[in-house]
């Protein structure tokens, strides 16, 4: 039998029940407007998984899809940076959170909208960080959206699990690597957790992949070269692209502007363009 407080209601859990069944009912109906969700994935940070996520949302909507990228990085939210968006925040209609539009194709969404200053700290435990990342996928009114990427936190933890979760029927997941080894042992633990998950692995992309020089052009093999390639044949998964390391990445993240908008024809941005070119094959299953 359930507890029922003196009034005769039901407990604190049962309403908590109840909210939690809402909110995946709303979950779901805002899914069935998604065409193909991408979760962008790397086992360890600061090789570059960000700026693959946001100039792969740039490059679709650029290829004219209608995109959303949701920034699921609690602690280290750096994509409203990325497309100049930091200091406007998230707005609502009453029912729902809007996204803030990036231009009339992309909409981006991410904690750092709601926080009152870019200094404040996120010092969340796991499950309200979970709380928050489901209120994502449930309450943002996306509306019709041919793709939906998520920018994932590095690892293989909570927040993945959650995605894999409530999500199973998310189209697969990009995974960022950089050449040397220290970086290709975590991201082989990322394909072992997409498999145990049952995600499925789009690809990898092999990060700051060759620095280029800005005046005389020639190519440094700074990182070593081929390690991504290597480890994907490995693990029997695809290969997309070799991203190399460019003054130009760097200066479209700090001045908010994709590199897949600032610099088009440099090399990076081909790179970036192929892994949008292989997403869109998504659509041949259609």
């Not at 697969?172 to 990322?190: F, K, M, W, Y």
């Not at 998950?197 to 052009?217: A, D, Q, T």
């Not at 997309?240 to 941005?269: K, T």
């Amino acid at each position: 039998m359930s507890k029922k407080n003196p009034s005769g209601a039901e407990g604190p859990g049962a309403a908590r029940r109840e909210e939690i069944r809402q909110q995946e009912q709303r979950l779901q109906r805002r899914m069935a407007s998604v065409a193909h969700t991408v979760v962008v994935l790397s086992g360890k940070g600061g090789v570059g998984k960000s700026t693959v996520a946001a100039n792969l949302a740039a490059a679709l909507a650029a290829a004219g899809k209608r995109v959303g990228l949701l920034d699921a990085d609690m602690h280290g939210p750096s994509i409203p940076r990325m497309f100049g968006l930091q200091g406007k925040p998230a707005s609502s209609d009453g029912e729902s959170i809007l996204p803030v539009p990036y231009n009339e194709r992309l909409k981006v969404m991410s904690i750092g909208f709601l926080l009152q200053t870019q200094k404040d700290a996120v010092i969340w435990r796991g499950p309200l960080k979970m709380s928050v990342l489901r209120q994502f996928l449930s309450d943002v009114e996306w509306g019709e959206l041919d793709y939906l990427i998520l920018d994932l936190p590095p690892g293989t933890g909570d927040e993945p699990l959650s995605v894999a979760q409530l999500l199973p029927n998310a189209d697969g997941g990009i995974l960022v690597t950089t050449p040397q080894e220290v970086a290709l042992s975590d991201v082989r633990r990322c394909v072992d957790f997409c498999n145990k998950i049952n995600l499925r692995v789009l690809g990898v992309v092999e990060n700051m992949s060759g620095f280029i020089c800005p005046h005389c052009g020639e190519r440094s093999d700074i990182f070593g070269t081929d390690g991504g390639e290597m480890m994907a044949a490995e693990m029997e998964v695809p290969f997309l692209a070799r991203v190399p390391l460019d003054p130009a990445v760097m200066h479209s993240c700090e001045d908010g502007g994709p590199l897949v908008e600032q610099a088009p024809d440099s090399e990076p941005a081909a790179a970036l363009q192929t892994i949008a070119r292989a997403v869109m094959d998504l659509e041949q299953n259609d």
